[in-house]
């Protein structure tokens, strides 16, 4: 987890860089940001706060894989598998889960014969 210091600078960077495009905008609050006995109180003029809320809902999780097809459970794993309902999800889960069905167990490999076979030197000639 990041430290407080480091998520209250990104803010304030964040603030800083987008206000410098219109310093003049006018202001539509502030925001006070406290963590773990942090605090810092920033100034948000209407492009900031207009970036900040399109930055925020543009970020995209990369461990979010949407919905489960079935149960609309937010929870699927890395082979689209829901955590919720336990069923593949999507075309992909689809293909994963028949695969497996097909797929069988195969058998202990067989031990290579004792003498003879194409491989085997044939020392006698």
Known sequence: MP???DVLAA???????????DPAAPRQGE??????????RLSLSAPVARALVEALR???????????DHC???RLDENFICGDCGRPSGL??????????RHTAQGAIP???????????????
């Not at 925001?31 to 810092?40: M, T």
């Not at 999780?61 to 489960?68: F, L, T, V």
């Open 3 to 5: 430290a407080p210091d």
């Open 92 to 101: 992909f889960g689809q293909l994963i889960s028949e695969r497996a069905a």
């Open 58 to 68: 543009a970020y995209h999780d990369p461990r979010d894989r949407g919905r489960c």
């Open 111 to 125: 031990a290579a014969p004792a003498a003879g076979g194409r491989h085997a030197r044939d020392d006698a000639r």
């Open 11 to 21: 803010l304030r960077d964040f603030v800083v860089r987008v206000d410098a495009l």
């Open 31 to 40: 925001l006070l940001i406290g963590l773990r006995g942090v605090e810092s």
């Open 72 to 74: 609309g459970g937010g």
